[in-house]
């Protein structure tokens, strides 16, 4: 793999609130995306997957840390130049399909609008074929164009959101559960595109998702992330395989299989960060074996190497 | 299911709706029988109707649709005849109750969560004041609500995605329903907080000894909690068994399709199986088997006339032409052979 980061978050902290209800949504986070990979986030709900993904397109201010794309820190003001340069490389597909929509835009309109505020200077003509490109591109008809959002099913509407990220030409997309609300098989031609986007224009993703079994099966590298801070980053085979926090080992154990007899027998695991001893012997982020990261204290330490035998 | 005593018995049921001037059949003359106690799954395809059949049980319909056909029977009465709020009203919450999706929508944001479940105790239930108070904490601690009198007093908001869902669940089981049925009760939810929902829902099942019906796209879930499973497609159950029968020997060519997509079975690198084709349009009629135009298996006779139930088992059929003794042998698709043998062992526990 190509090694070298588009994307890198350092010591990441947002907050919210104001007074003393104020609190940090995300707690120092770190990580880096590399050029053409997938990069999966997951984690709780609140745990502050999506405060990650709007702080990186400039949503949410940061309050501490840096956001570095490719090599240019893009966390505080930005020239107008810069502005724009962010706004066209990174692209996010929002959460909810069915509350990211305007509903009382037409199809071309919301997904050309990202455009025609970047490139005030192109022509109608120039604007409706890349629409109807666009529209091709995700596989739906370009005859969909002059229709309104409430006409189509949950996984078309998810395609018209992916089809307004895509008409930028971003670089970097911010995916954040695209696939939750759609059944099996629209999920799978999801899922497909996307994968096939990737190969065809060497995109980069950064996926959140709650479904690990789509996590295991799209990403390349997953971080676990736990009330605003990440506990866990490995390639995803490594993680799976040896997941060493306790609230990553739960998460998989939870993961639901579509086998009757395996699910009623299966016991679950419940995390507990209580059962850290962290007040007199506090954790640090380590490298346990190569590429694989995890949050722990020393004797925990000693314990997951032991593990890892 | 040993002894099998049925609960609800539908049979043949048509449901419509009517959009600008043009009738949608949705339900398309569906049968189902639900036994006392169990826990049945529904799965299928966004837009095949489940919603739309379970909601006809409790008069739930959007105003523009309406019951063109057959039957719904609980407890000796036909529910499909219903017209008035009235009836439905001693229906409704007190013997079939139903979990949405989204929990937000369902509950109040101006009231405490402890005064909505209060109010639906009363409406439902002969008890008033303090001891319906006491009766909504109780309520709330058995949700797996910790220090429940306190947060009696809560709003909506206050709650997290989870403990919001299980105040839904709460206000569901607060007037003893006989059914309880829930539509995608743990998509919002992270697998953690899912696979806590799930078990709390298991365990009031047990406790009340209520028959639950699920909705979900998740078949994790499903084979998690359904002793049964009914695959709908295109307004009409095309297989139903029990829960092994349906997951290790599926019979019906959707039911193949739709666990030939699971990520599960995919290969990192290699594109997912996905259904080729679109679900018919439901303002025409349908010919044959509805998924024989998206079935690369499909024979003549699909395409021109409807296939029966073929039962594979006491307790497990199909609507299929697969299974008629004159059709040729047809194999699933490799990749869902052996499901069992497949995630059995895989990873221990
Ligand atoms: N605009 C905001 N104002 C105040 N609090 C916020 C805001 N946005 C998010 N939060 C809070 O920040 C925390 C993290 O939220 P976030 O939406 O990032 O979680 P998430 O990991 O994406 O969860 P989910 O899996 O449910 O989508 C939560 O406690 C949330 O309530
Ligand atoms: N009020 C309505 N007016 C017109 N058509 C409707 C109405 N409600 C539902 N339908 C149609 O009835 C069919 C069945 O809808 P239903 O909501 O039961 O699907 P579903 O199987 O629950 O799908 P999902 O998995 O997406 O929730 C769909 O084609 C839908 O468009
Ligand atoms: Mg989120
Ligand atoms: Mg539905």
Known sequence: MNRNPILEVKDLEVEFGKGKNRFKAVDGVSFNIYKGETFGLVGESGSGKTT???????????????????????SGKLSREKERNVKKNIQMIFQDPMASLNERAKVDYIISEGLLNLNKKKSKKEINKEVHNALLNVGLLPEFASRFPHEFSGGQRQRIGIARSLIMEPKFIIADEPISALDVSIRAQVLNLLLELQKRKKLTYLFIAHDLSVVKFITDRVAVIYKGKIVEMAPTEKLFKNPLHPYTISLISAIPLPDPIREKNKRLKIYDSKIHNYIENPPKWIEIEPEHFVLANEMEITKYRKRLK | MERKEKILEVKDLVVKFRLRGEILTAIRKASLDVYKGESLA???????????????FMGLLDKNGFIDGGKIKYMEKDLSTYKKEKDWIKIRGKEIAMVFQEPMTSLNPLKTVGKQIKETIELHRDIRGKSSKEEAIKILEDVGISKASMRYDSYPHEFSGGMRQRVVIAIA?????????????????DVTIQAQILNLLKRLKKKYNLTTIYITHDLGVVANVADRVAVMYA????????????????????????LSSLPQ??????????????????FEEIKGDAFAPRNPRALNIDFVKKPPYFSISPTHKAKTWLLDPKA???EPPEGIKNLNKYFGGKRDE
């Open chain 2, 42 to 56: 529904i799965v299928g395809e966004s837009g095949s109707g489940k919603s739309v059949f379970t909601k006809s």
């Open chain 2, 328 to 330: 040729p042998l047809v």
């Open chain 2, 235 to 258: 307004g009409d159950i095309v297989e139903i068994g029990k829960a092994e029968e349906v997951f290790y020997n599926p019979k019906h060519p959707y039911t193949w399709a739709l």
């Open chain 2, 173 to 189: 089981i607060a007037c003893n329903p006989k059914i309880l049925i829930c539509d995608e009760p743990t998509t919002a939810l």
């Open chain 2, 265 to 282: 079975l995919g290969k990192k690198g290699e594109a997912l199986y996905s259904i080729e084709g679109t679900p018919p349009n439901l």
């Open chain 1, 52 to 74: 990650i993904g709007r702080a990186i397109i400039r949503l949410n201010e940061v309050s501490n840390g840096e956001i570095i794309f490719e090599g240019e820190d893009i």
